[in-house]
Antibody, heavy 120, light 106 residues
Framework: EVQLVESGGGLVQPGRSLKLSCAAS????????MHWIRQAPTKGLEWVAS????????YYRDSVKGRFTISRDNAKSTLYLQMDSLRSEDTATYYC?????????????WGQGVMVTVSS | NIVMTQSPKSMSISVGDRVTMNCKAS??????IAWYQQKPGQSPKLLIY???NRYTGVPDRFTGGGYGTDFTLTINSVQAEDAAFYYC????????FGGGTKLELK
């Protein structure tokens, strides 16, 4: 059974950093592209970042470029999102998700999500 | 950037009714559209991909259609468990979601 478990969320002040993790199991992690998608409270879904199976290619939405870094450790089957210079508008539930087809940005398995609150 | 616009924002339907919701892309996206269902307090679930392909395990009362800029998600004989938000998404690089349609049951 595919499982994705996010962790590392919490309350953080504007301008500070936070690192999210997503522990994967039940599938061959190194074969799949992975993604972070977020959802602000009572709002819709917003793609944040993606990474290729090897980690060699990364993609970001414009509003997080230069502030967020997506990475992965295939030996540990874990996906990461390093979030620096956090802003109030980054407040959201962050989901990790798998790629249904490589490079298609089609999200089939999702984690339960982790809340990030950016506030002073 | 491609903008995805969903309509209506909400709809109230009776069990057994047929419902159709819409998703409009600001540019031609071919059939590169997916639909997701999100129930309160849950993660989204993939329903439809490449506009009309049902994902594994999705009941056949869910049907996707359209091409180019205009897309639809139809639910035949709505069930109580279908009450949820529904989101369309343009797939491939720089994926974009629509604002969602809330389906409520009367």
């Amino acid at each position: 059974e595919v499982q994705l478990v996010e962790s590392g969320g919490g309350l953080v002040q504007p301008g500070r950093s936070l690192k999210l993790s997503c522990a994967a199991s039940g599938f061959t992690f190194s074969n799949y592209g992975m993604h972070w998608i977020r959802q602000a409270p009572t709002k819709g879904l917003e793609w944040v970042a993606s990474i290729s199976p090897s980690g060699g290619s990364t993609y970001y939405r414009d509003s997080v470029k230069g502030r967020f870094t997506i990475s992965r450790d295939n030996a540990k089957s874990t996906l990461y999102l390093q979030m620096d210079s956090l802003r109030s508008e980054d407040t959201a539930t962050y989901y990790c998700a798998t790629d249904y087809y490589s490079g298609v940005f089609l999200f089939d398995y999702w984690g339960q999500g982790v809340m990030v609150t950016v506030s002073s | 950037n491609i903008v995805m616009t969903q309509s209506p924002k909400s709809m109230s339907i009776s069990v057994g009714d047929r419902v159709t919701m819409n998703c409009k892309a600001s540019q031609n996206v071919g059939n590169n559209i997916a639909w997701y269902q999100q129930k309160p307090g849950q993660s989204p679930k993939l329903l439809i991909y490449y506009a009309s392909n049902r994902y594994t395990g999705v009941p056949d009362r869910f049907t996707g259609g359209g091409y180019g800029t205009d897309f639809t998600l139809t639910i035949n004989s709505v069930q109580a468990e279908d009450a949820a938000f529904y989101y369309c998404q343009r797939i491939y690089n720089s994926p974009t979601f629509g604002g969602g349609t809330k389906l409520e049951l009367k």
